[in-house]
Nanobody
Framework: QVQLVESGGGLVQAGGSLRLSCAVS????????MAWFRQAPGKEREFVAE????????DYADSVKGRFTISGDNAKNSVALQMNSLKPEDAADYYC?????????????????????WGQGTQVTVSS
């Protein structure tokens, strides 16, 4: 099993920055991909960003490209999401996810169904 715990959410003004962190523990050797998703009230959970440990490949939703950066440590202990130039529409609960699929199997895993483990989420509020 893999455990994920997010932190770093909070209230920020539009244009500001936040850094989310996800602590990874347990059977981390089975994990090949990490991602961030978000879900705003009344909306479906949506893909934000992903990273593959082995190749360092990253992918971003168009809505956050150029503003958000996903990164991870080589020991698979944590993954972070640096969020800059935040907009009110970025407000949501942000979830960390871990998947066993490899880059060769699924180069761009943007579906929540591709991920096997999830954190409890951390709330991000952006004031206008």
């Amino acid at each position: 099993q893999v455990q994920l715990v997010e932190s770093g959410g909070g209230l920020v003004q539009a244009g500001g920055s936040l850094r989310l962190s996800c602590a990874v523990s347990g059977s981390t050797w089975i994990i090949n991909s990490m991602a961030w998703f978000r879900q705003a009230p009344g909306k479906e959970r949506e893909f934000v960003a992903e990273i593959y440990w082995s190749v360092g490949s990253t992918d971003y939703a168009d809505s956050v490209k150029g503003r958000f950066t996903i990164s991870g440590d080589n020991a698979k202990n944590s993954v972070a999401l640096q969020m800059n130039s935040l907009k009110p529409e970025d407000a949501a609960d942000y979830y960390c996810a871990a998947g066993r699929h490899t880059y060769s199997e699924t180069p761009h895993a943007r579906s929540a169904d591709a991920y096997d483990y999830w954190g409890q989420g951390t709330q991000v509020t952006v004031s206008s």
